[in-house]
């Protein structure tokens, strides 16, 4: 018990030494269970043998989708950091990891005019990017004399653009 009750100055420097030592070595148990993602890209994840059920903290920060063969997708929804546990058929814990997501890396122009905010990927060229924080009803067509959506028009044209691709990949209407 002695050598744990240091006083003094020496006593507080090494317990500040071993805080120190404490959390340096626990900083890459930490990152090891962690899964960094980007905002709206995808990363893989081997999942283990006896996995039967996966459960994901907040669907709204990410998305997991099994795949054939363990192979599970993880997907950046929202900014923030989450967890995903995977339980074997008795309940059992075989997996626990938290999933980072993190802002986009394409180069992005974001656009303020007052409070509004637009944001534009530039990759190569800018063109609207619908982006976690962009407001809606941000922008005046003095032509119509109307507000124009920017977050909703961009939806809409992806959805659209995806609806689109969809139908032609499965061979719809040809």
Same mark, same amino acid.
């Given at each position: ?9 020496? &006593? ?27 905002? =709206?890209?995808?990363?893989? /994840?081997? /999942? ?9 903290? =907040? $669907? /709204?920060?990410?998305? /997991? ?10 997907? &950046? +929804?929202? #900014? @923030? ?9 008795? @309940? ?6 938290? *999933?980072? *997501?993190? @802002? ?7 656009? #303020? ?10 990759? $190569? ?7 976690? &924080?962009?407001?809606?009803? =941000? =922008? ?6 109307? #507000?124009?959506?920017?977050? +909703? ?15 032609? @990949?499965?061979? *719809?209407?040809?």
């Amino acid at each position: 018990m002695t050598a744990l009750c240091l006083r003094g100055l020496a &006593g507080r420097r090494t317990w500040l030494a071993g805080a120190f030592l404490l959390t340096c070595l626990a900083a890459p148990a930490f990152a090891a269970n962690s899964i960094p993602v980007n905002l =709206d890209e995808a990363r893989i /994840l081997k /999942l283990p043998d006896r996995a039967t059920t996966v459960v994901i903290g =907040d $669907p /709204l920060i990410a998305d /997991l989708s099994i795949q054939p063969g363990g192979i599970a997708v993880v997907t &950046g +929804k929202g #900014y @923030g950091a989450t967890n995903i546990i995977v339980m074997d058929k008795s @309940g059992a814990v075989l997996m626990e990891k938290t *999933v980072e *997501v993190m @802002g986009p890396i394409d180069p992005t122009v974001v656009v #303020y005019r007052g409070i509004t905010r637009q944001t534009y990927s530039c990759a $190569p060229d800018c063109a609207p990017r619908i982006t976690l &924080g962009d407001t809606g009803k =941000d =922008d005046f067509d003095r032509d119509t004399g109307q #507000y124009i959506d920017f977050f +909703k028009n961009t939806l809409d044209q992806t959805q659209t653009r995806d609806t689109q691709a969809a139908a032609a @990949g499965s061979g *719809v209407g040809h």
